[in-house]
């Protein structure tokens, strides 16, 4: 039985070099914010297979993001997550080419 009410994911599991919500950026207040912008988007404990915004927030310190610390706190599967963000970049690089691909939620 999977579970259709889906906590939003603090963490990126399997990625290479990803690690919990540091703790001095309150893991616990990146998950109720988390909870709460999927709320207001998609309504309260909306079943995952019925969500219809996405979302990530990144968080990190102002002048010491090149250590690499970034918090990610996301409502979607990763890689759907991964492919809105490398769209966006593209569009603010300017590299965007055609329609976006679909994504599997």
Do not use: W
Not at 3 to 24: F, Q, R, S, V, Y
Not at 29 to 38: E, F, N, Q, R
Not at 52 to 73: K, M, P, Q, S
């Amino acid at each position: 039985m999977t579970d259709k009410t889906k906590k939003p994911t603090l963490t990126l599991p399997g990625l290479p070099g990803a690690e919990p919500i540091h703790p001095e950026h309150d893991p616990q207040l990146h998950a109720a914010l988390a909870s709460t912008i999927d709320a207001l988007f998609n309504g309260e404990n909306c079943p995952q297979d019925q969500k219809r915004v996405g979302f990530v927030l990144l968080t990190a310190n102002f002048g010491d993001i090149a250590e690499g610390r970034v918090n990610y706190v996301s409502n979607g599967a990763r890689d759907d997550m991964v492919s809105m963000l490398r769209e966006f970049l593209a569009r603010a690089e300017g590299r965007y080419v055609g329609d976006a691909p679909e994504t599997k939620q």
